[in-house]
């Protein structure tokens, strides 16, 4: 059958037969073109299942006149879109361990009881948000991602509320006459 039959036969019944036996024809340009973006075989072979799953759907909906180019189109758009949030990711985990390791206050350096008291009085006076991003991250352990997900917040505010809870906590052991460690 023509690519043109295989996918008026998918369309019509959605029988994955059809589709398959179309993708299995290009399958292998769909892996050569995953292997110049990601330079990786795992992650390509990720994006070729990724991929096929997405044609599944997407030529049900979409109006696909030369299979070949379109699917070259629709695996070039996946993993420049994976390589994005690849990259995105990074750059927010090297954020996020840079904020933990950076020279500033932490509550976690506070050793001494009367230190302790005195931090815990303080944690008590940031606003709600600030101080349960405080005890989310450094009592409780929580990593940014999952305190964002348990407060409804973005990446950036969780981080955000973190460095400037950080900050109104120094102040405030400094006011008391306690000077933070770190």
Same mark, same amino acid.
């Not at 009592?139 to 917040?153: C, D, P, Q, R, V």
């Not at 981080?159 to 460690?181: A, F, V, W």
């Given at each position: 059958?023509?690519?043109?039959?295989?996918?008026?036969?998918?369309?019509?019944?959605?029988?994955?037969i059809?589709?398959?036996?179309?993708?299995?024809?290009?399958?292998?340009?769909? #892996?050569?073109s995953?292997?110049?973006?990601?330079?990786?075989?795992?992650?390509?072979?990720?994006?070729?299942?990724?991929?096929?799953?997405?044609?599944?759907?997407?030529?049900?909906?979409?109006?696909?006149?030369?299979?070949?180019?379109?699917?070259?189109?629709?695996?070039?758009?996946?993993?420049?879109?994976?390589?994005?949030?690849?990259?995105?990711?990074?750059?927010?985990?090297?954020?996020?361990?840079?904020?933990?390791?950076?020279?500033?206050?932490?509550?976690?350096?506070?050793?001494?009881?009367?230190?302790?008291?005195?931090?815990?009085?303080?944690?008590?006076?940031?606003?709600?948000?600030?101080?349960?991003?405080?005890e989310?991250?450094y009592?409780?352990?929580?990593?940014?991602?999952?305190?964002?997900?348990?407060?409804?917040?973005n990446?950036?505010?969780?981080?955000?509320?973190?460095?400037?809870?950080?900050?109104?906590?120094? #102040?405030?052991?400094?006011?008391?006459?306690?000077?933070?460690?770190?």
């Open positions: 059958m023509e690519d043109k039959e295989l996918l008026e036969q998918y369309r019509a019944t959605r029988d994955l059809y589709i398959s036996s179309l993708y299995k024809r290009y399958m292998h340009l769909v #892996l050569g995953c292997l110049r973006y990601f330079k990786n075989e795992a992650e390509a072979e990720d994006a070729v299942m990724d991929i096929y799953e997405k044609i599944v759907q997407k030529t049900l909906k979409s109006e696909v006149t030369y299979f070949k180019s379109w699917l070259y189109t629709v695996t070039r758009n996946h993993c420049l879109e994976k390589l994005r949030k690849k990259s995105t990711h990074q750059e927010k985990e090297n954020t996020a361990q840079l904020m933990y390791t950076e020279e500033v206050f932490h509550p976690d350096t506070i050793d001494k009881d009367h230190e302790v008291e005195v931090l815990h009085s303080c944690i008590a006076e940031l606003d709600d948000i600030q101080r349960r991003c405080i989310l991250f009592f409780k352990k929580h990593s940014y991602t999952e305190i964002a997900e348990m407060l409804n917040l990446f950036n505010k969780v981080r955000s509320r973190l460095q400037n809870g950080r900050r109104n906590l120094r #102040l405030c052991m400094e006011k008391k006459g306690r000077t933070p460690i770190g």
